[in-house]
């Protein structure tokens, strides 16, 4: 198992979850990509779109930086 990371943190929806998938599709099964998201939509679609495609949310995480959360997730 590996971990990845992508920061979208720049990034606004629909394109934030777009560019999750396509790291995630990257992944081996079993593998976890760490996502750096500003807090608002992204933080709330993410974890719940990427749920409803089969994918596994490990955690939801406040960061040390204001308004920025790390979403893990599991291929």
């Known amino acids: 198992m590996a971990t990845y990371s992508l920061d979208i943190?720049?990034?606004h929806c629909p394109m934030t979850f777009v560019k999750t998938k396509i790291?995630?599709?990257?992944l081996q099964k079993?593998?976890?990509?760490?996502v750096q998201v500003a807090e608002g939509e992204p933080l709330e679609n993410i974890p719940k779109s990427a749920s409803e495609q089969g994918f596994n949310v490990l955690s939801v995480e406040k960061?040390?930086?204001?308004?920025i959360y790390s979403i893990r997730i599991e291929k």
Request: proline residues 6%; without cysteine; aromatic residues 0%.
């Open 9 to 11: 943190t720049g990034e």
């Open 23 to 26: 790291e995630l599709n990257k």
């Open 30 to 34: 079993g593998d976890v990509l760490n």
């Open 63 to 67: 960061t040390e930086t204001p308004g």
